[in-house]
């Protein structure tokens, strides 16, 4: 790996979190560390191991964006909980639920 995407993996941690909106102490007690061990991680002074980067992908961080600042090609593995929840909830809806989901989003995206 060339040296300027290791030393942007915290950066990129740190954005995947936010964007799964997961609060520092929850993601790191999700990982079994402290805080300020998540810290040290987005702050770039250290990198999560690969069994903290196994949980973090359960809870739908874009793992290989992390480590090599290359998105992973989007499957359900890649969305936040809720994103899958919704999708869920769309797939097992009939016809009219479906349209209903689809007017809420485009509502809700306005």
């Not at 560390?33 to 040290?40: D, E, M, N």
């Not at 980067?53 to 359900?76: C, E, I, K, P, R």
């Not at 593995?77 to 009219?96: I, K, N, V």
């Amino acid at each position: 790996m060339n040296r300027r995407n290791f030393d942007h993996i915290g950066e990129r941690l740190r954005q995947e979190r936010l964007r799964l909106d997961v609060a520092q102490l929850a993601m790191a007690d999700a990982c079994d560390v402290s805080r300020g061990t998540l810290a040290t991680w987005e702050k770039g002074e250290q990198s999560p191991n690969a069994a903290a980067l196994a949980v973090m992908a359960g809870l739908g961080v874009d793992v290989l964006y992390v480590v090599t600042g290359q998105h992973a090609n989007a499957s359900v593995q890649t969305l936040a909980p809720d994103e899958r929840e919704l999708l869920d909830c769309y797939g097992r809806a009939d016809d009219s639920g479906r349209a209903a989901i689809r007017a809420v989003a485009t509502l809700a995206a306005r």
